[in-house]
């Protein structure tokens, strides 16, 4: 049993910064990934970034790359998602997620339950 729980998001202005954070719990496998995935009203569930337990390495999709950074703390199975130069089209339900790498949509088996990130103009 894996448990994967959110926080950290919020409303915040155009060009501000936001940090999320996932706590991972139960039985976790150091072959595994970890990473973000975002869903907006009217949309399907798209890629974010995941960055793998063991390696550190990571992987951003291109709407976001440069802007946010993606990083775990082992000791603490936790994963962060800094969100920085936020846009109005940031605006999503965010949701943490775990699985073997490459990361998807498809390849995830744990979800978290998600935090709404909400970008004004």
């Known amino acids: 049993q894996v448990h994967l729980v959110e926080s950290g998001g919020g409303l915040v202005q155009t060009g501000g910064s936001l940090r999320l954070s996932c706590v991972v719990s139960?039985?976790?496998?150091?072959?595994?990934?970890w990473g973000w995935f975002r869903q907006a009203p009217g949309k399907e569930r798209e890629f974010v970034a995941y960055?793998?337990?063991?390696?550190?390495?990571?992987a951003y999709a291109s709407s976001v790359k440069g802007r946010f950074t993606i990083s775990r703390d082992n000791t603490e199975n936790t994963v962060y998602l800094q969100m920085n130069n936020l846009k109005p089209e940031d605006t999503a339900k965010y949701y943490c997620?775990?699985?073997?790498?490459?990361?998807?949509?498809?390849?995830?088996?744990?979800w978290g339950q998600g935090t709404q990130v909400t970008v004004s103009e």
């Open positions: 997620a775990a699985g073997f790498a490459p990361l998807t949509s498809t390849t995830a088996r744990y």
């Open positions: 139960g039985r976790i496998l150091s072959s595994w990934a």
């Open positions: 960055i793998r337990k063991s390696s550190g390495t990571t």
